[in-house]
Antibody
Framework: QVQLVESGGGVVQPGGSLRLSCAAT????????MHWVRQAPGKGLEWVAV????????FYADSVKGRFTFSRDDSRNTLYLQMDRLRVEDTAVYYC????????????WGEGTMVTVSS | QSALTQPPSASGSPGQSVTISCTGT?????????VSWYQQHPGKAPKLIIY???KRPSGVPDRFSGSKSGNTASLTVSGLQAEDETDYYC??????????FGGGTKLTVL
């Protein structure tokens, strides 16, 4: 079954860190770009980051640049989003999503994991 | 990386057609044919319904159609059904390895 399953969400204090995981089954993460997208409570979708199919090249939204790090473990077919120096405004459901082809739409999404940054 | 502009709400009666607009700039919608639309039910992940401006993934009813003119993309839902009542988001590649979403439109079936 082709699917993405996120985990690792939780409650963290401002300034803290959290690492999200996204496990893929039914396909290899090395064949396409992968993304993180977040959605604050009651708000719209916000693109967060991409990792290319080569597993090394990453790009980030300005809002998270320098604080978040996107990586991939091919042996586990799993993505990671290391989130440091978290802010209250990072509170959101975080989704991982698969890119159809470079620069194109996201055709497969996980169910998301909730991150709450609060003191 | 400014969000694309969508109307907050749209509505139509069962069987009617409704069109949702999505306005960007020449740096995103106007510059690329990588415009997509997603349907999102409450508490669920987004679902891709239109990609590359006009194309439908397998399994998406042909009641959903997309178009683009200049810096504005549109999603049209024809033959409205009760199950179409939910949130819709547009999405575009914005160059330099960045992507942007619209603010979302809540579609109400009257």
């Amino acid at each position: 079954q082709v699917q993405l399953v996120e985990s690792g969400g939780g409650v963290v204090q401002p300034g803290g860190s959290l690492r999200l995981s996204c496990a893929a089954t039914g396909f290899s993460l090395s064949i396409t770009g992968m993304h993180w997208v977040r959605q604050a409570p009651g708000k719209g979708l916000e693109w967060v980051a991409v990792i290319w199919s080569n597993g090394r090249t990453t790009f980030y939204a300005d809002s998270v640049k320098g604080r978040f790090t996107f990586s991939r473990d091919d042996s586990r077919n799993t993505l990671y989003l290391q989130m440091d120096r978290l802010r209250v405004e990072d509170t959101a459901v975080y989704y991982c999503a698969r890119e159809r082809k470079p620069f194109d739409a996201f055709d497969l999404w996980g169910e998301g994991t909730m991150v709450t940054v609060s003191s | 990386q400014s969000a694309l502009t969508q109307p907050p709400s749209a509505s139509g009666s069962p069987g009617q057609s409704v069109t949702i607009s999505c306005t960007g700039t020449s740096n995103d919608i106007g510059g690329y044919n990588y415009v997509s639309w997603y349907q999102q039910h409450p508490g669920k992940a987004p679902k891709l319904i239109i990609y590359e401006v006009t194309k439908r993934p397998s399994g998406v009813p042909d009641r959903f159609s997309g178009s683009k003119s200049g810096n504005t993309a549109s999603l049209t839902v024809s033959g409205l059904q009760a199950e179409d009542e939910t949130d819709y988001y547009c999405h575009s590649y914005a160059g330099s390895n960045s992507w942007v979403f619209g603010g979302g439109t809540k579609l109400t079936v009257l």
